[in-house]
């Protein structure tokens, strides 16, 4: 006997069907302006930059028609099990592909900021780099869509790569700058490029854990979940912030995770860069940057101001965030001789230490 799909199993079917379809059509739109921002660096093509950052409105429009028929879908089949799994999977998706195409718009951003600086390209590493993370993306899609849960699990797995790939990239900018081979604005822009096209593999990776829920029903560790994260930020993440995060992480506590962000960011002042040195600090990983460069910054639990104007950058602050007032002189900013500027690092640093053993503590008692 042939069996014959009901009415509503068949109506069923054509819904989920078509929300693969424009899914995969968001996905392509995505990984076309990628693979533009790829050809902008390597053809130096500031024409093509234009168009990835005009182009990223019919990515907009694609993932606001997709959370309509998500809605719809919801409303009209009433979903369950498996198929209210799809939904929710549909809607998580979208979400992320519309985060790749603001990625790709701003890589075309800092392209056309950087072809107004004579400055040296390490086009080859970008370029590496966005080829590991671009495959990623497609494979995300393709597991999603075959609901493929060994596929999503590969993909996962090869992100690792990219971090380790992004890490040694933006190492060797540090060197390029200190070396004056390219100047601080650049190191700015170059990193930001870096980081969006790990962020591409960020995205994939979560693309590919909703895969995993729609497939096996569970979901698997959140990349926030991993420990208390606490963001230290001041005005250029060049003195107290930066002396935050180094005190912070030679406490070599698994339970946090520890970052720094500027308003503003600013190379290390040479009297701060040999004051954390006297300390037994490695300078040599301290890359001033700002607050948007802080990776999964959604997932920090507290932000510590040493600065009254970093408090301007959190003016709403979520229900869940911690905000904490260490605002303390900048000794950077010292006026004096050798003496009195060490005086001025030694106060601040003391302050900050004693501040942090007191959080870290409260923390591990609550």
Sequence with gaps: ???????????????????RSKISEMSALAERALQDCVKVITGNNRQLAYAVILRDQFIDEKEKEIDQLCLEFLVRQQPVAGHLRFAYSAIKINLELERVGDYAESIARQFIKLSQLPVFLPKERIIELA??????????????????????????????????????????????CRENKIAFEALNALMMINRRFERVSDQARNICMEVLYLCT??????????????????????????????????????????????????????????????????????????????????????????????????????????????????????????????????????????????????????
Excluded at 1 to 19: F, K, N, Q, W
Excluded at 308 to 330: C, G, H, M, N, T
Aim: hydrophobic share 40%; with cysteine; charged share 25%.
């Design 1 to 19: 006997m042939i069996y014959v799909p009901t009415h509503y199993e068949a109506s069923l079917e054509r819904d989920i069907e078509r929300l």
């Design 131 to 176: 080829n590991l993370s671009i495959p990623m993306l497609h494979d995300a899609i393709k597991a999603f869509v075959q609901q493929d849960a060994e596929l999503a699990r590969k993909t996962i797995e090869s992100g690792d790569k990219v971090d380790l790939l992004k890490s040694k990239l933006n190492e060797d900018l540090v060197a390029l």
């Design 217 to 366: 029903g569970e979901y698997s560790k959140h990349p926030g979940a991993d420990g208390f994260r606490v963001l230290f930020v001041d005005e250029h993440n060049s003195c107290r912030s930066q002396m935050a995060e180094s005190i912070a992480s030679s406490l070599n506590n698994p339970k946090f995770i520890f970052a720094s962000a500027g308003l503003d960011p600013r190379p290390l002042p040479p009297e701060t860069d040999a004051f954390l040195k006297s300390k037994g600090f490695d300078t040599t990983h301290l890359v001033p940057k700002a607050i948007h460069q802080v990776p999964n910054l959604d997932h920090y639990h507290v932000i510590v101001a040493l600065s009254p104007e970093a408090k301007k950058a959190f003016p709403q602050r979520p229900r869940k965030l911690i905000y904490i007032d260490w605002s303390v002189p900048d000794p950077s900013a010292t006026q004096g001789d050798a003496e009195q500027i060490q005086k001025a690092h030694e106060a601040t640093f003391e302050f900050i230490k004693n501040q942090i053993r007191d959080l870290i503590q409260a923390i591990l008692d609550n």
